[in-house]
């Protein structure tokens, strides 16, 4: 079973930017379709972003879509979202998450997933 450790998190004002990046250790990355969710205080998990095993084929929520890229690095065992024109609605927990069958799009149910990082929290300050 692959780990994964989410970083990049922090206090960022509207309209900046963050990395984080999602670390797989245990089993190679690239055996895995990817996906970052976000959980807001108060509300349900979301999905966000997916990047299938290869990295040719993304996948986004319209609230992220042209400002959020997501990537992977195989060789580094290492998956990235880039988040650029941060709103303060985009402050939450954010996870990453694997799957070994079935790419990670909107349609994903949460529940069907198993493999979990433990979130890095984005807080973005008007």
């Known amino acids: 079973q692959v780990q994964l450790v989410e970083s990049g998190g922090g206090l960022v004002q509207a309209g900046g930017s963050l990395r984080l990046s999602c670390a797989a250790s245990g089993r190679t990355l690239s055996s895995y379709a990817m996906g970052w969710f976000r959980q807001a205080p108060g509300k349900e998990r979301e999905f966000v972003a997916g990047?299938?095993?290869?990295?040719?084929?993304?996948y986004y929520s319209d609230s992220v879509k042209g400002r959020f890229t997501i990537s992977r690095d195989n060789a580094k065992n290492t998956v990235y979202l880039q988040m650029n024109s941060l709103k303060p609605e985009d402050t939450a927990v954010y996870y990453c998450?694997?799957?070994?069958?079935?790419?990670?799009?909107?349609?994903?149910?949460?529940?069907?997933?198993?493999?979990w990082g433990q979130g890095t929290l984005v807080t973005v300050s008007s």
């Open positions: 990047i299938s095993w290869g990295g040719g084929g993304t």
């Open positions: 998450a694997a799957d070994p069958l079935y790419e990670i799009t909107i349609a994903t149910h949460i529940h069907h997933l198993e493999v």
